[in-house]
Nanobody, 123 residues
């Protein structure tokens, strides 16, 4: 079965950086758009960034545009999220997902999900 495994989360001070990684298996990775969502306590899961299967198109939530960058390596079946200038509001569990179109921004439009990695930004 499809498996998505996130890594790279942690505790970082405001203004700092983190790079999240997602390793995919049992997935025809090069054929799927990939995305990152996040969910803070008491809030709905929200779109962060997505990338098309060939990396030609990327999409970002307005709240992270200019600070976060999504990358993919189809040879390694991995998608990364570089997060710079982190803010306390970025604190959440970050999820890697696949199965939707690259322009989809709603969680229900995606099929496969990882278990998530915690990101905490201290003020």
């Amino acid at each position: 079965q499809v498996r998505l495994v996130e890594s790279g989360g942690g505790l970082v001070p405001a203004g700092g950086s983190l790079r999240l990684s997602c390793a995919a298996s049992k997935l025809d990775f090069g054929s799927f758009a990939m995305a990152w969502f996040r969910q803070a306590p008491g809030k709905e899961r929200e779109f962060v960034a997505s990338i098309s299967w060939n990396a030609e198109n990327t999409y970002y939530a307005d709240s992270v545009k200019g600070r976060f960058t999504i990358f993919r390596d189809n040879a390694k079946n991995m998608v990364d999220l570089q997060m710079n200038k982190l803010k306390p509001d970025d604190s959440a569990i970050y999820y890697c997902t696949a199965g939707g179109a690259s322009w989809h921004r709603v969680a229900s439009e995606y099929t496969y999900w990882g278990q998530g990695t915690q990101v905490t930004v201290s003020s």
